[in-house]
């Protein structure tokens, strides 16, 4: 079952056991893109940038980059660069990408995108220590 594109950036952190994927979302403008190219120069991987396709199978939620754009992203300021990529990961985390201080202690929470349920954070995307924040919470999962 596809939910089909949406506008979303996925990147993957390799795990014990594999790569592991967090779904990056919210409006344009908002710092998913930048966010996904300091984590990539972290040793994250792009799997896709701005829209991403996204199924369920196994009662699991995956993500592959959408065909025209896959092994881009955009880096505002400088234009499209190419970059290598992963055709399919399974997403461990949503991140709500906020411009805003976000909860310090937020309860447990969850999405549901293609019927299957996934934990959700809200990250300010603006501070250096947003790349940081991601690892622990993906780490943690």
Known sequence: MSDGPIHATAVALWSVGGWRGALLRGPSGA???DLALRLMFGGWRLV????VHVFASGGDLYAAPADRIAGRIEARGIGI???SHLPLVKVS???DCVR???ERLPEAASVTLAATSVPVMALDVR???ATALLAKAMRRL
């Not at 896709?48 to 829209?51: A, E, K, N, P, S």
Request: no cysteine; hydrophobic share 30%.
């Open 31 to 33: 710092g998913k893109s």
């Open 48 to 51: 896709g940038d701005d829209y």
């Open 81 to 83: 660069l190419s970059a």
């Open 93 to 95: 985390l949503v991140v």
């Open 100 to 102: 805003e201080p976000t």
């Open 127 to 129: 501070p250096a220590s």
